[in-house]
Every structure is written in C-alpha cells, then in structure tokens.
C-alpha cells in the first residue's frame, strides 16, 4: 500500500517543479536566462525562481505571473529586489498579484498532486528544448 503524502510534502514537491519550469520557459536553446530585474545572463541551472509576493502568500505562490527567473544576488541578497521586479511586471499584474496575495488559498493533496503532474509534465517538454 502507497504511503499517503503530507501536504508539507507535496507543496516541497511542487515548489521544486515549479521552479524548474518557471526557469525553464524562460531558457533559451542553450539553457541560457535572463534575471527578470537585473538582466544577467546564467543557466537556467544556476539561476532561481523569484517570487514578487512572497511564496508565504499561498494564492500567489504558484501564479506564473507572480515568479520570475532571479539570480541569487537579486533573489537571496537583494531580499527578491520587490520594487523592481514590481515595476517589470507593470503596475496592472504587480497590482493583480498584491491583491491576489490576500486572498485565502488552501492547498489540498488532490489539487497539489494534479499540479505536480501538470508541471512535470511541461518540464519534460521544456528540456526536449533546453540545454
């Protein structure tokens, strides 16, 4: 018998993918991406997954519009560089998100599971592509 999964567990899971498909879209052939709010360039291996609302808010922590690929200076250093990566995302969607954040979001372990298997699956797809 399958031993059921946590939901602790599943959104770890599902915070792992998601990075790895938020990094991956936005790769170019050669696995090279951009800092969404300094520019530089690193593989997509080396560079993290950004949140402009923090990935406390559970509404927003896995909202496409909401992560964006970060270096680690922008991201760990820079505390996420919020006010620029506000302003890169443009006032409606920054606006969007922040209101999006309050709102009450709790996971469950069907939903967690279905988005797991959606992310992966466009993670295999993504790395048909990327170096």
């Keep these: 018998m399958a ?14 993918v ?3 498909y938020v990094r991956l ?20 291996k080396e560079i993290q997954a950004g949140h402009f609302m923090s ?12 992560v964006k690929p970060q270096c680690v200076k922008c991201n760990m250093f820079g505390q996420g560089e919020q006010y620029i990566f506000g302003q890169n995302l ?11 954040s309050r709102e009450t979001y709790k996971s469950n372990i069907t939903d967690l599971k279905e988005q797991i298997s959606e992310y992966k699956d466009k993670v295999k ?6 170096c």
């Design 3 to 16: 031993k059921k999964q946590s939901v602790a567990k599943l959104r770890k899971e599902l915070d792992k």
């Design 18 to 20: 998601f990075s790895q």
């Design 25 to 44: 879209k936005n790769a170019n052939d050669n696995g090279m991406v951009e800092c969404f709010t300094c520019g530089v360039q690193k593989h997509w």
């Design 55 to 66: 990935r406390k808010h559970s509404a927003t922590r896995w909202h496409e519009d909401n």
């Design 90 to 100: 443009g006032d409606d969607i920054a606006q969007q998100m922040q209101q999006l």
């Design 125 to 130: 797809y993504l790395l048909r592509w990327v």
